[in-house]
């Protein structure tokens, strides 16, 4: 992602909040141009820890997105803050994207979902994964909001019309003022939403145009939600229920996961100090038996009575989603 804006947007920060110390001793070792790494020790305040112990780590996290924010708004005294997935790529300026939020104090984007995975209703309208704020009354206003409402309340389960960190912005348009909902159909690119699109590519630049309305539109950012790498280089690309094409894979997919494979070798080949206690500051990937996951799923479609939908399931997560990294 870093990289991406490198390539992409002429005059960027980026701060990052490390929730690791391998990830924060790697950034102070090997700083990055328009990069400044932020320690949890730096960032957490009274009110965090106080509920660190109440949320697992991707609870907590999510739990912190509003305050990671609004740490970088007064502590860097910014006058916008943009808060950015790491697991998306940008593929041309974002500018486009700025210019489009003009001088409304919030910007969200919509999951933009395939009627046939619309989720709207458990995790929520507006995905976080592009989400700004000016450093203003009304920008201020929402993220204060936001942030208490999460340290009050923020696990990975629905309840009470909640989500995590997102189903509270289902009613932004009209809980505060001047929040812009983006209209960019290349901003917010997912696995839940390239069903919509025919993609191409010119000049080393993507455009999609939308099967429905046939309006054309420049890849902006791809949100590679559900993507996890495996032991044996074993990388499963998204969730099993997003259908893919072969385009979509080709030009999305295969680039980033050459990226981060490329990336990854790199960061082995660093002395192992990087990290104070000795340990490697490449992060070990999850285990997967293929085989095992295979039957798992063979057996789950012999015991079934809907055994052609077991079996399209088995054919989709077989040939679509599991690959090999180092031969994709």
């Known amino acids: 992602m870093y990289e991406s804006l490198q390539k992409h947007c002429p005059d960027f920060h980026l701060y990052v909040v490390a929730f690791d110390d391998i990830t924060y001793n790697y950034f102070q070792k090997y700083p990055q141009k328009n990069l400044t790494a932020i320690s949890l020790a730096q960032f957490e305040d009274e009110k965090l820890l106080s509920i660190k112990s109440t949320r697992s780590a991707g609870e907590y996290c999510w739990t912190s997105t509003a305050s990671t924010i609004l740490y970088a708004i007064t502590q860097f005294k910014l006058d916008h803050c943009v808060y950015v997935d790491a697991d998306m790529r940008f593929y041309s300026n974002p500018q486009v994207l700025f210019d489009e939020w003009g001088d409304k104090s919030v910007l969200i984007t919509e999951h933009r979902y395939t009627p046939e995975y619309d989720q709207s209703q458990l995790s929520g309208i507006y995905c976080v994964q592009f989400v700004g704020f000016k450093n203003d009354k009304d920008g201020l206003e929402t993220l204060h909001y936001w942030r208490d409402a999460c340290i009050d309340w923020c696990y990975a389960r629905a309840e009470d019309g909640k989500f995590g960190d997102q189903k509270y912005l289902?009613?932004?348009?009209?809980?505060?003022?001047?929040?812009?909902?983006?209209?960019?159909?290349?901003?917010?690119?997912?696995?839940?939403?390239?069903?919509?699109?025919?993609?191409?590519?010119?000049?080393?630049?993507?455009?999609?145009?939308?099967?429905?309305?046939?309006?054309?539109?420049?890849?902006?950012?791809?949100?590679?939600?559900?993507?996890?790498?495996?032991?044996?280089?074993?990388?499963?690309?998204?969730?099993?229920?997003?259908?893919?094409?072969?385009?979509?894979?080709?030009?999305?997919?295969?680039?980033?996961?050459?990226?981060?494979?490329?990336?990854?070798?790199a960061i082995a080949k660093i002395d192992a100090t990087i990290n104070a206690n000795g340990s490697s500051g490449v992060a070990p990937f999850k285990q997967l038996n293929f085989d095992a996951l295979k039957k798992y799923y063979f057996e789950g479609i012999k015991n079934s009575r809907r055994n052609i939908l077991g079996m399209y399931l088995f054919k989709k997560i077989k040939h679509h989603y599991f690959f090999n990294a180092t031969k994709f």
């Open 170 to 265: 289902d009613d932004w348009t009209t809980r505060f003022k001047n929040v812009h909902v983006l209209k960019h159909l290349g901003g917010g690119i997912a696995p839940w939403n390239v069903q919509q699109y025919h993609f191409s590519e010119k000049n080393n630049r993507i455009f999609g145009q939308e099967i429905t309305t046939g309006k054309e539109f420049e890849a902006v950012f791809f949100h590679f939600h559900g993507l996890k790498f495996y032991d044996n280089d074993i990388v499963s690309l998204t969730h099993w229920e997003y259908e893919l094409s072969s385009k979509v894979i080709e030009l999305f997919f295969k680039p980033y996961v050459k990226v981060l494979m490329t990336q990854k070798n």
